[in-house]
């Protein structure tokens, strides 16, 4: 009971954190660009997980994985941090921050569906019913309550948001088959994803030092977004004798930013948005309860 109590302590906190990151996008780019938010935000990172390391006595391993990982690590580092989060600061920066973080919660549905082709799964019917209807809360988000007009509010930053989560569970997927301890591996993805990152901010001309107010914001996304979550995360998981019960705690994060971005960003909260994230959040607990009686049967 100690370690459930532990592992809710740890999940509730991840959570949290998660639900400030639209918030702190939406505010950081302001001030940086989305390729200069990535760089800072990385840096911050990496500098986060790499203490972390050597403060657990890990600091050899550390060493030897820059050694032996290099090739792995700067190929999981320029989907994630580079690329991933060039695309999806694209889609904060178009669109309102309450539609980029609703759409980018269908993620975990696209990681379902691409399981099929990366991992060779069987796609359920729970998980096409559960397309339709987080697919439908897309499109009620992007259109502002006009679904079946197609007419989106901002067709570029849909396609970002969108393309964010294939980024996500790509990554994730792929990472099946990653043989290094995940803090680690992430520690060693976000170093040798600096260069790529740097590299681009020095082709576009975005180099140059910004204002402090996107230095705090990035440092924030650096530890809160990319570092200290995935720690908590990390221990949730370790401790609970329920995956999914932890699990469902995600589903408490996208109603928490909708009351951090009215009241930081100043968004008034649209109908359409509170019915497209719930069709979005039903698309995704559909999906569960599928997998959930699957394994029961099982």
């Known amino acids: 009971m100690q370690s459930q ?9 991840a959570v949290l954190c998660w639900s400030t990151v639209a918030t702190a996008f939406k505010l950081s780019l302001a001030h940086l660009s989305p390729a200069q938010l ?7 990172s990496a500098l986060f997980l790499v203490g972390w390391l ?65 991992l060779k799964q069987r796609l359920r019917a729970f998980d096409l019913l559960a397309a339709a209807c987080c697919y ?5 988000i992007a259109t502002h309550g006009r679904p079946f007009s197609l007419e989106f509010s901002n067709l570029g930053g849909v396609a970002f948001a969108l393309g ?13 088959r990653d043989r290094r301890e995940p803090l680690l591996g992430l520690a060693l993805n976000f170093l040798f994803s600096l260069p790529l990152i740097a590299a681009w901010c020095a082709w576009r ?18 530890v809160f977004e990319m570092g200290l979550t ?3 995360w990390l ?34 909260i649209l109908s359409s948005t509170l019915v497209g994230l719930g069709l979005i959040l039903g698309g995704l607990a559909l999906q569960q309860l599928g997998a959930r009686s699957e394994q029961v049967a099982g």
């Not at 991933?84 to 669109?95: G, M, P």
């Open 38 to 44: 990535v760089l800072h935000a990385s840096a911050t």
């Open 164 to 176: 964010s989560t294939l980024l996500w569970s790509a990554y994730w997927l792929l990472n099946t």
């Open 235 to 268: 221990n949730a998981m370790r401790l609970t004798r329920s995956a999914a019960r932890i699990s469902n705690l995600i589903f408490l994060s996208p109603l928490l930013s909708l009351f951090l971005i009215h009241f930081f960003v100043g968004e008034p």
């Open 230 to 232: 995935f720690v908590l």
């Open 205 to 222: 001309g975005e180099l140059a030092w910004p204002a402090w107010q996107g230095l705090a914001g990035a440092a924030y996304v650096g």
């Open 5 to 13: 109590r532990k592992a809710y302590l740890y999940g509730l906190s």
């Open 136 to 140: 439908l809360g897309v499109l009620t």
């Open 54 to 118: 050597v403060l657990r006595g890990r600091g050899a391993e550390l060493l030897a994985g820059i050694r032996s990982d290099w090739r792995s690590s700067l190929l999981f580092g320029a989907l994630n941090p580079c690329i991933y989060y060039l695309v999806l600061f694209q889609a904060y920066s178009r669109l309102p921050a309450q539609e980029a973080q609703a759409i980018n919660y269908t993620w975990a549905l696209t990681m379902a569906l691409l399981s099929v082709p990366i």
